[in-house]
């Protein structure tokens, strides 16, 4: 089960040069499986056009794991940004020393356990001491044993992916940053640990999480796209602790009450208001779930059908969902890259395939009848892929945002924008002045123009267990200055 799963990606700068460079999370053979070249993860520096080297051995990277996600964040304040690896297994965490990495998990104490399955993780700044905590996603438990003895099988096809409902879930983990390279685990006394009251296990199968402040409060929340299980909204109190509340602002379920295969996840004030979306891809037959806000205030509701996403995405298995303005128009548009589990499901499924188009859906505005519209004509998007991560970044400094997608089994794809738009962009990099998260992250961001208000936030941990860039970039249309600029810094 797990080999079907990742892996991420991240868009980060490495080596401080202001280039967006990559990095891929990869995963191993198993063992008595080894093939002659030892899979291992992938550092790539940019040269600013948009060229890449191999920088995988001379900058320390060059080792092996059951790899999944990443996490990107200077969580020292030295100026550079540190890298975290999650995996099935032992996680990952790698100090940046100048463009090489030094690993040091032990000494910061955020391994995890050695049979804990991680997926997704994030840096903020929870308790607004200045410092950048970690969070991370845990799926199920699993063992190779117990997938075996489940021995999961398809009509017609035989063996098969065991599906998440047959394995027990597992805790999610928050450690605090002590502001000396260590963390704590705070996850039982922070209420991060959430458990089914009517047999007292562990609720959790998590697969995406996205940081954010839903209720303007001050304090960022947490939300985790949960696969099979209600999703979970992790509410900050303000005193270090948090509430699960995702059923009572409506964004545990979908419309129909039912808890879905929730994998990607991102969030945005798409509709240039104060309403803030939750988008979340989910498994094959079930649409994309799109939670709103109304007037700006929770409970959510989930749109997806009344804003145009509904029938187009309920075929599509999807991992990776980002928001961003793909033609710089100045509204946020949707990506979703999708792909499925099993090589062979079309011998099962007539609808179903195994490698997907991705789906890039423009955002018309609020005059049109449909928010979202898909657009028939992606370029290299629409060629199908088995696609699992997804982020983006500005590769080529021309303004616009370019994409790079890692496959299951595959190569990973970049996609350079090459929109005509003409139209124009702002882009900022926020520096902090203080001694600690210098790049901002948990920042917010509203730009004013021609009378339009657009909000965005400094997040790098977006889509499937991968990062996006910590530049933010706002596309602009026709207008070609800005009325105001405001930076609520975190």
Not at 203 to 230: F, Q
Not at 313 to 320: H, I, K, M, S, V
């Amino acid at each position: 089960m797990p080999e079907t799963i990742g892996s991420g990606v991240a868009f980060l700068d490495y080596d401080g040069d202001g280039d967006q460079d990559l990095f891929f999370v990869n995963f191993n053979y198993w063992p008595g499986h080894e093939g002659r070249e030892r899979p291992r993860h992938a550092l790539y520096a940019n040269d600013g056009s948009g060229h890449f080297r191999d920088v995988t051995v001379q900058s320390g990277m060059d080792f092996s794991d059951y790899g999944m996600g990443v996490a990107v964040g200077d969580y020292d304040g030295d100026g550079r940004q540190d890298l975290y690896l999650t995996s099935l297994g032992r996680n990952r965490l790698l100090h940046n020393e100048g463009g090489r990495f030094r690993e040091t998990t032990d000494h910061a104490g955020v391994a995890g356990g050695d049979n804990e399955w991680s997926t997704s993780a994030a840096f903020l700044d929870y308790d607004r001491d200045g410092d950048l905590d970690l969070f991370v996603a845990n799926y199920v438990k699993w063992s190779r044993k117990d997938d075996l003895e489940i021995d999961f099988r398809l009509t017609g096809l035989g063996r098969a992916y065991g599906a998440p409902n047959h394995f027990i879930g597992t805790h999610n983990r928050l450690y605090r940053n002590e502001g000396d390279g260590r963390f704590t685990d705070v996850s039982r006394i922070a209420g991060i640990q959430v458990i089914d009251e009517a047999n007292e296990k562990p609720v959790g199968k998590g697969l995406g999480v996205s940081p954010v402040d839903y209720d303007r409060d001050g304090w960022v929340d947490l939300i985790v796209a949960n696969d099979t299980v209600r999703n979970f909204l992790y509410h900050n109190r303000g005193d270090g602790s948090f509430e699960e509340i995702g059923t009572l602002e409506g964004i545990a379920y979908d419309r129909d009450g039912k808890a879905t295969g929730a994998m990607g996840i991102d969030s945005a004030y798409f509709r240039n208001s104060s309403d803030l979306g939750i988008g979340i891809g989910n498994f094959a037959n079930e649409m994309t779930s799109l939670f709103v806000t109304a007037e700006g205030r929770p409970p959510f509701a989930d749109e997806s059908a009344l804003v145009g996403l509904g029938p187009d995405t309920r075929l599509a298995l999807t991992f990776g969902l980002l928001f961003f303005d793909a033609d710089l128009d100045g509204r946020l548009d949707l990506l979703q890259v999708n792909g499925h589990l099993e090589h062979e499901i079309n011998k099962v499924q007539p609808s179903q395939h195994y490698a997907q188009p991705a789906q890039l859906f423009w955002n018309c505005g609020e005059e049109c009848s449909n928010l979202f519209h898909l657009v028939e004509a992606s370029g290299d998007l629409s060629k199908p892929m088995v696609a699992r991560g997804a982020a983006y970044a500005d590769i080529d400094a021309d303004g616009d945002l370019d994409l790079v997608v890692t496959q299951n089994g595959s190569e990973a794809r970049l996609f350079r924008n090459d929109q005509q738009s003409g139209n124009h962009w702002l882009r900022l990099k926020l520096i902090s002045n203080t001694d600690q998260n210098l790049d901002a992250i948990g920042a917010r961001i509203e730009l004013t123009a021609a009378g339009v208000t657009q909000h965005r936030v400094v997040m790098p941990t977006r889509s499937f267990m991968s990062q996006v860039e910590m530049v933010v970039t706002f596309g602009l249309g026709r207008v070609d200055s800005v009325d105001r600029l405001t930076i609520i810094w975190p």
